[in-house]
């Protein structure tokens, strides 16, 4: 498929200045980088007062202000008296990470020029999210430094590695994936670095290391967060030496092979929690990228689709997508991301008959869009307790959507507007799957 161009688009982050007045004062600028702070030496800002977790929070600047993520810390970063997990800071602010003060300074926002393109390798978005993406691979593609690649499941963190390798001096080498989430943890050590015939029971053969066999490629380490503890130290040495050793040898085996690593779990949690090494995170993460979930890029959802019928070489059924349908399919939270929309697109495609439409949305279980002017059938031929509760559950989706547009999900001024508690608005939210509640 050829590539489309589209239209310039500039993205002015508002990044700033963190500030740490203690030992003279230190300074720290906040960009599109994550800035993680921390008491591990690795950290952006290292922080070395008591309370600190190794990872305890990051800033990155977006195009709304400057983004403040607690990291699963065990003390918390507070805001006044005000315990955070994700704020947007875009003023002057004080802030604690547990005892320790901290404070924000806002700059002048910096204007970054996304790439004019739809696809980078199998990847595809027209949205801002998806094509800074892009401009992030296509700065880390050339080079040999290892990514970690973060997002939810079925986001297409596999296809980002793909698009990696086939953009790289690589592509003429092996892609080789290693899924760490389906590796038993006793058979770790065996699947990464190989094994002697012989060197465990069911060793009836040699294996060859998969980092042996993308020599000259890229090998992608697949939900690496599933890795044993006791395997990190071992798979770190292998990274820094680049070498392995296959279990029951006493030989080293040189490879040259570009890593790059995926995971769905909140890694900067589990180095708090002491189950994922800081120093293997900071050597996987010379280059960070998050791959949006579907919910936060549904523009892209009409193109995705047309893409994907043309893959099931049903190209013209594009035509049989209602307007209406492709409504429906805006308006869904999409837990499952892309991996959900590509199967609701097969189901639909293998169910219409020829020349028949595409219902999508019925793929994933969405009822047709109720007619305007009506909330919900009422019709007498239902329960009474039926009907008035579905007519209660669509009210209140209705009624918390338009207040979570109209103040970008902000739960103390939606708390303020409906005269409920912020826990009761954080639950309606959720059960609504309106979108991630914020408290700032």
Known sequence: MATTIISTQILELKGGRLVHEVDGGREVLIGQEPIVIGRDPACGLVLHESGVSAMHAELTATTHGVRLRDLGSKNGTWVGDLRISDALLTRSTEFWLARTQLRFEPARAQKIELPEIERFGPLYGTSAAMRDVFRRLEKAAPTDLTVLVQGETGTGKELVAQALHDASHRKGGPFVIVDCGAIAPTLAEATLFGHERGAFTGATSARTSPFVEANGGTIFLDELGELPLDVQPKLL???????????????????????????????????????FRSDLYFRLAEVRTHVPALRQRLDDVPGLVKLMLGQLGAKDAWRRVSRPNLDRLLRYDWPGNVRELRNAVTVALALADDGEPLDIAAAVGLKSAPPRGKVVDLSASRGYHDAKREALHHFERAYFAQLAQATDGNVAEISRRSGLQRTHVRKYLRLHGLREPRDT
């Open 237 to 275: 040495r292998a990274l820094a030496e680049r070498r392995v050793k296959r279990v029951g040898s006493n030989t080293y085996e040189a490879f040259d092979a570009r890593v790059v690593a995926a995971t769905r779990r909140d890694l900067e949690a589990a180095v708090n929690q002491g189950t």
